[in-house]
């Protein structure tokens, strides 16, 4: 059963950069597609990225296109998530997933982690 934890949310202000880090262990990490989703309090958890085993296949949200960037290094087992030019968003939770397939939905994420918080402030 594969574990994945999230790191380097915080406190930030419209316009900076922040970079998140997903680490899995336990799963073939190598085999999965990952995915980054966010979710704000009360509302549903929605798709930002998505980036197939090989990289090969990348996804974004059209909120971030242009914005944000996701990639993997399979030799630390981890999956990043660049956020540049953050908007005044208010604070979401954002979420790492594995799923078997390459996918912006979140009913095929079979793991989760426990989100890590980005509060953006004007």
């Known amino acids: 059963q594969a574990h994945l934890e999230e790191s380097g949310g915080g406190s930030v202000q419209a316009g900076d950069s922040l970079t998140l880090s997903c680490v899995v262990s336990?799963?073939?990490?190598?085999?999965?597609?990952m995915g980054w989703f966010r979710q704000a309090s009360g509302t549903e958890r929605e798709f930002v990225s998505t980036?197939?085993?090989?990289?090969?296949?990348?996804k974004y949200a059209d909120s971030v296109k242009g914005r944000f960037t996701t990639y993997r290094d399979s030799d630390k087992n981890t999956v990043y998530l660049q956020m540049n030019n953050l908007k005044t968003e208010g604070t979401d939770g954002y979420y790492c997933?594995?799923?078997?397939?390459?996918?912006?939905?979140?009913?095929?994420?079979?793991?989760w982690g426990q989100g890590t918080k980005v509060t953006v402030s004007s």
């Open positions: 997933g594995s799923t078997p397939l390459w996918s912006g939905s979140k009913k095929e994420y079979d793991y």
């Open positions: 980036i197939s085993w090989s990289s090969a296949s990348i």
């Open positions: 336990g799963g073939m990490f190598s085999r999965y597609a």
